[in-house]
């Protein structure tokens, strides 16, 4: 798992890291749902789809995540980031809206400061007592290949994505260096976003925000609690142990930070931008030349 580090004072981030538990993607996507499976082992952390194929009882859980409006977060923009790592988040939000990159990017490069801000964010949440109570009795079928790595040794963490954070926009905040014009052809920047769908606005004097859509909503972070199973992969315990379990590489890389708030796990001991890591093979997996 790599990350983008992202100042924990910023207003937003703190917002969605520390209040919610919630870790922030850097390219959002709408497969990201609760009972999406991730597992984690070594500070490295892979997507590997829905809960339910993995367990040897196939019927469906009867879980349906609450959904609210988090008037916090919309339209909250983040703190001002210069123009280089602007760019380099702007360019994981894009790839997860599918918009191209070449012509926006080129079209804000006379800025100096970029913010960003999600309106309409929504949050899917389920309730993490109901998910306890429709787990029990249910076991991970070792039978299945693509359960194969959570037996390996060492072992892997399962966590299940209890919440999400989702929204259809995302609007980008154009500025210049203080006391300084904003140096951008707004005409140009009109065409480029108009092409994509987009809207350009004014915002405060010497700002541009520019507002994208996808026709999904798209995650943009997600909390997510462990999951305990035994040998014959019988889930034990879905643990409220009031401590947040930051999964990361301390002294030794399978060592759990565990710092005090709620029972939320964070991969990252600080705030950024997740990078899903390639899909793990089983130790016996035979690779082909």
């Known amino acids: 798992m790599s990350s983008i580090g992202l100042c924990r004072e910023d207003p937003l981030v703190s917002l969605v890291h520390d209040l919610f538990g919630a870790n922030i993607v850097r390219v959002p996507d709408a497969r990201v749902r609760p009972l999406s499976v991730v597992v984690h082992r ?59 990159t070449a012509e926006l990017t080129s079209g804000i490069e006379g800025a100096t400061h970029l913010q960003f801000a999600f309106p309409d964010v929504r949050r899917l949440a389920l309730d993490v007592n109901a998910l306890g109570w429709a787990l029990a009795g249910r076991r991970i079928d070792r039978g299945n290949p693509a359960a194969a790595i959570l037996f390996d040794e060492p072992t892997y963490a399962l966590l299940l994505i209890d919440s999400v954070l989702i929204s259809r926009h995302i609007t980008v905040v154009l500025s210049g260096a203080r006391g300084q014009r904003l140096n951008v052809d707004v005409t140009v920047l009109q065409q480029v976003i108009a092409e994509l769908g987009g809207q350009v606005g004014a915002a405060a004097e010497g700002e541009v925000e520019l507002t994208l859509e996808s026709p999904h909503a798209l995650t943009f972070a997600f909390s997510c609690v462990r999951l305990f199973f035994d040998a014959e992969g019988q889930i034990s315990s879905v643990p409220p142990d009031h401590s947040r379990r930051t999964l990361g590489i301390a002294d030794h890389p399978d060592e759990l930070i565990v710092r005090p708030s709620p029972d939320r796990i964070l991969l990252s001991a600080r705030p950024g931008l997740l990078v899903w890591d390639p899909c793990p093979a089983p130790q016996d997996a035979v690779v082909i030349p």
């Open 42 to 100: 070594g500070g490295r952390s892979f997507f590997r789809g829905a809960l339910l194929p993995l367990l040897t009882d196939a019927r469906p859980l009867g879980l349906q995540p609450e959904e609210t409006e988090l008037v916090d977060i919309s339209g909250r923009r983040s703190r001002r980031v210069t123009l280089d790592l602007g760019l380099h988040i702007l360019r994981g939000f894009l790839k997860g809206f599918g918009l191209p």
